[in-house]
């Protein structure tokens, strides 16, 4: 949780690789973030089934980062692309494409924006078990923005039938 008594907001990201050594790749990111942002708590790791991918794409880690900060979001966005880019992602335009890492930002403090850039929440946060799953971990009782139901709820409230998403041990 942020002070109560500063204008920093909370501000979540979920974290995934599924190309070369994804756990570096992960910790990186991680080291990335906390040098930006300073402290930020870290869910579990979770290997991933990937989504929405093109076939025979490689499995993901995934993970959730939540940080305080008063940065504004489009200048958060510009700081995570900065952060995939010097971790070797490379925009090839194909939607789910395989990458080194992608950093989402899921939610930003209580902002719901819709801009060409930049959509908060994350538009599709709320059914992804990949990434409810390790934001349970940082807060089960959150309710996301634009949300009536918590973390927990819409974790229990997805389909029995969906890409598998399990702890992964160090």
């Given amino acids: 949780m942020c002070p109560t008594e500063t204008q920093l907001q909370r501000v ?21 973030l ?16 990937p989504v929405g991918c093109p076939e025979g794409s490689p499995p993901y880690l995934n993970a959730c980062v939540e940080v305080c900060t008063d940065i504004p979001p489009h200048e958060v966005l510009a700081i995570c692309n900065k952060i ?14 395989p990458r080194t890492c ?12 819709n801009t060409p850039t930049l959509t908060l929440p994350h538009p599709r946060a709320h059914e992804r078990e990949f990434v409810l799953r ?5 807060d089960a009782m959150l309710v996301l923005p ?25």
């Fill in 12 to 32: 979540a990201f979920s974290l995934g690789s599924n190309v070369g050594d994804r756990l570096a790749t992960l910790e990186s990111a991680c080291d990335f």
């Fill in 102 to 113: 992608d950093i989402d930002i899921i939610y930003y403090g209580e902002i719901v924006q």
């Fill in 84 to 97: 995939e880019a010097e971790l070797g992602r490379v925009r090839t335009g194909e939607y789910g494409a």
């Fill in 134 to 138: 390790p934001l349970s971990d940082l």
């Fill in 34 to 49: 906390s040098q930006e942002f300073g402290n930020l708590r870290l869910s579990q790791l979770y290997e991933t089934e």
């Fill in 146 to 170: 634009g949300q009536q139901l918590s973390v927990a709820q819409l974790l229990e409230n997805l389909p029995a039938e969906r890409p598998t998403v399990q702890a992964f041990d160090l």
